[in-house]
């Protein structure tokens, strides 16, 4: 932002604290809808479509003449961020075991939410071919590696889960539940499940796709089915 102000809309120390402060209200207004509406109940989803949208955003913002059009571009880029970043805390906290959460989180503030390999990158690029073609660049290789998660892993991402309440009166279901209050699950056996009358269908954690799908009222952080411990 400070060679933006400088050299592309030729503005000082204020032009860039406008600047800042355009992005950063973004993502205060994006803290602020998320508390509000409890986050997005697809956290996946939201991370990778709005990570889109971001480098969208920022691809446009290479080409921009204008200090009004910068900055409610800007605007928007820290929204849709702030957005993705939640999101992605939500989805690595989920997923990560009680050990590893305050590792994962650490290694992603330190190499990637700081963002150090790309803004030193950047930097370089800039005085060798120019601001415009560097930030296209870079806004067009995330691009394409978001893609291509959102098509590694869209079964994952995209996975439907379809209502069975109009099957009641057609089929029965009901779950298994532990006698204890803590143990760890080291196998389970349906055989004297399948022989009960009438039962068609018995399913275990192994029957479900990965990562193991998840529910909760404001994140999905709770694992449908008990696996390995419950």
């Given at each position: ?91 690595l906290l989920a997923a990560a075991g009680d050990r ?131």
């Amino acid at each position: 932002l400070p060679y933006v102000a400088q050299r592309i809309y030729h503005v000082g120390a204020t032009g860039l604290g406008w600047l800042v402060a355009s992005f950063a209200f973004g993502g205060l207004l994006a803290s602020i809808a998320t508390i509000l509406t409890g986050g997005p109940r697809h956290p996946e989803r939201s991370t990778l479509v709005c990570t889109v949208i971001w480098y969208a955003l920022l691809l446009g913002f290479g080409h921009l003449g204008s200090l009004g059009a910068g900055l409610l571009t800007l605007l928007a880029a820290g929204f849709v961020q702030n957005v993705a970043m939640i999101a992605m805390a939500a989805t690595l906290l989920a997923a990560a075991g009680d050990r590893f959460r305050g590792r994962v989180m650490g290694v992603r503030m330190l190499a990637v939410y700081g963002m150090p390999l790309g803004l030193l990158s950047c930097g370089a690029l800039i005085g060798r071919i120019g601001y415009p073609s560097t930030i296209s660049a870079a806004s067009l290789v995330g691009l394409v590696f978001t893609v291509l998660i959102g098509i590694r892993w869209r079964a994952s991402l995209w996975r439907r889960y379809y209502n069975t309440r109009n099957y009641i009166f057609l089929m029965n279901r009901t779950f298994g539940r532990a006698d204890l209050a803590r143990a760890r699950v080291t196998a389970i056996d349906v055989k004297d499940a399948l022989a009960v009358p009438g039962v068609r269908l018995v399913m275990t954690p192994a029957d479900l796709p990965r990562p193991m799908p998840r529910f909760g009222p404001q994140f999905e952080d709770r694992p449908v089915l008990a696996d390995g411990e419950v």
